[in-house]
């Protein structure tokens, strides 16, 4: 009876103690909701939460040491990788957050993996879960680096990167598209290297899902007159390609091209998104992205309705933005 008593009072303590550990690798951020941060709904913006995983692993490193790195090196610490983050209750305008960071370990690649939560501290209510967010320091030219030599970073661990399942759509006579808009990366969604980032890349993807869908005036009617609302549901894959996106800079055209598949009884559809460097041909970023129709007032899922349904059936197998 002593010994498992023992055996029992060890094992707690062993547990504890892991606790303790668990706990002392977790960082944590604040940050609020702010009106630039939010849609027309005001609700947060999906792409606003790879800004706040971004922002996450610079505190988690040290601002002010990842500013210094950047001033005497060129050296810029962002954020490369997305996988299978998850939406539960929506951020909405006026919300205090908390960015929880857990690190993962750096790999081979030299890149840093984080497991991040956000967390609404008022109610311990988890908004935002993500297993693995990956991120990496390049030199001026958009090169990959080793850690800096500067600061004790997380020792290696085998970590084997996870690659697109998709394949980059191919392009024919009846799917091109007619529109004369050009997509050009522009200053504003460059990062510090001039270079295309990732919130750049979450932003077409939404804009060519929302032309997918018939434009923001048509996202508006639908919910003034069918009661639905199109939200992001969750994120499978969101990957930036680094050999191809260090070519593209300020003021190279893009475009978006993309499969979209109505699933579950019409309640959601998935698209598989690329954004393309017109200049070299290459996919420069992937993404899949999972919507789904509810109704936000019952907050359920409901159908497409039967015009969006048909419209969309009706879209060329592959569609381009713009």
Known sequence: MLSLFLFLANSKATSA??????????????????IEDTDAYGIVYFANYARWFERAAHSLLGSSQCAHLFRKSGLLLGIDSIHAMKFGTAAILGDDITVRSTVLGVDAHESLHLQIQLVRPADETILITCPRATFSFATRVGEPTPWPAERMFPAD????IATPTGKLP?????????????????????NAHGRISMHAAL?????????????????????QSDGVQVVVARMPTVEMFRPAAREVSLGDVLSVRSTCTLKVRRTQVLFDQWVVCARTGRPVAHAEVLCAFVNPMRQRLVAAPAWLDEQLRELPQVLVYP
């Open 17 to 34: 103690l892991a606790a303790s550990a668990a706990a002392r690798n977790v960082h944590s951020m604040r940050t609020r909701v702010f």
């Open 203 to 223: 932003r077409y993807f939404e804009r060519q899902r929302s032309t997918a869908l018939g434009g923001p005036s048509v996202l508006a009617a639908l919910l």
């Open 157 to 160: 661990f085998d970590c084997e």
């Open 170 to 190: 191919d392009l024919d006579a009846d799917s091109a598209s007619t529109s004369t808009q050009v997509l050009r990366l522009q200053a504003d969604e460059c």
